[in-house]
C-alpha cells in the first residue's frame, strides 16, 4: 500500500563516510524530489528530477549529489557528511503534465545522524 | 519572490475545541497554488489539500476546512471539534505556476490537542 519508500528510516554514518538514502515510489510520479529537514524547520528542497533531468537548487551544497536509475527510484548521496547535515531527508513524487499542476506525496523519510 | 506566513509558531487547545491555523503569503504570479500538510511525530508530510488561485471556493472535508481569501491572501485552515490524532506540525505551501516546482514552505504550526 505504500507509495513513496524511504530506505534506511534510520541512518548513522561518521563524520566525512559517505552514505546513501534511497526512494522508491510506486505511484509512477515523473518527477522527484529530495528535501533536507532540520529541527523545528520547514522542509528545504535540495533538488529534483523531471524525468531524467536533474535540476539542483542554487544554495545546495555540492557535498549532495542525486541519482535517478528509472522511474521508481532516487537516490541521495552525501559525500562527505558533516554534523551540520544531520537531518531528516524526506523524498516527494509529483505528477507533472503540461499545465496541470499537482501535489507532492512525500515518503516516511531518513534521519540522518552524524557522528 | 514568494513566501509563506505561519504566524502561530505553536496552539494548545483542548480536545473538542475548534482551532483556525493561519497562513498568508505572498506571491507576484497570478496563477499559483497553495497546499496545506500535516506533518505527525512520525515525520511523514501527509497532504490534505490544494487550492488553485483561480479557485477561491472554500472546501470542506470532515471535520476540516479551508477558507481562501484572495484579497487577503491567506488560506486559513480549521479545525472542528480537535481531536488528540489530529497533533502534530501543520504546514502552508505555496508554488507557483509554470515550470517551477518548487514548495515554498511556511514554518509551521505545532498543534497539541490535550485531552
Known amino acids: 500500500d505504500a507509495m513513496v519508500i524511504q530506505n534506511p528510516r534510520y541512518q548513522v554514518t561518521q563524520f566525512g563516510k559517505p552514505v546513501t538514502l534511497s526512494c522508491s515510489q510506486t505511484l509512477n510520479h515523473n518527477v522527484m524530489y529530495w528535501y533536507q529537514q532540520k529541527s523545528s524547520q520547514a522542509p528545504k528542497l535540495l533538488f529534483h528530477?523531471?524525468?531524467?533531468?536533474?535540476?539542483n537548487e542554487a544554495d545546495t551544497p555540492d557535498n549532495f549529489q542525486s541519482r535517478r536509475p528509472n522511474t521508481s527510484f532516487c537516490f541521495l548521496d552525501i559525500r562527505s557528511p558533516g554534523l551540520g547535515d544531520a537531518a531528516m531527508y524526506l523524498c516527494a513524487t509529483s505528477r507533472e503534465s503540461a499545465g496541470r499542476i499537482y501535489e507532492q506525496y512525500f515518503g516516511p523519510g531518513t534521519r540522518l545522524t552524524v557522528t | 519572490a514568494q513566501k509563506v506566513t505561519q504566524a502561530q509558531t505553536e496552539i494548545s487547545v483542548v480536545e473538542k475545541e475548534d482551532v483556525t491555523l493561519d497562513c498568508v503569503y505572498e506571491t507576484r504570479d497570478t496563477t499559483y497554488y497553495l497546499f496545506w500538510y500535516k506533518q505527525p511525530p512520525s515525520g511523514e508530510l501527509v497532504f490534505l489539500i490544494r487550492r488553485n488561485s483561480f479557485d477561491e471556493q472554500n472546501e470542506i472535508s470532515g471535520r476540516y476546512s479551508w477558507n481562501f481569501q484572495k484579497s487577503t491572501s491567506s488560506f486559513n485552515f480549521t479545525i472542528t471539534a480537535s481531536q488528540v490524532v489530529d497533533s502534530a506540525v501543520y504546514f502552508c505551501a505555496l508554488r507557483g505556476g509554470g515550470s517551477n516546482y518548487k514548495l515554498t514552505f511556511g514554518k509551521g504550526t505545532l498543534l497539541t490537542v490535550n485531552p
Open positions: 528530477y523531471y524525468d531524467k533531468d536533474f535540476n
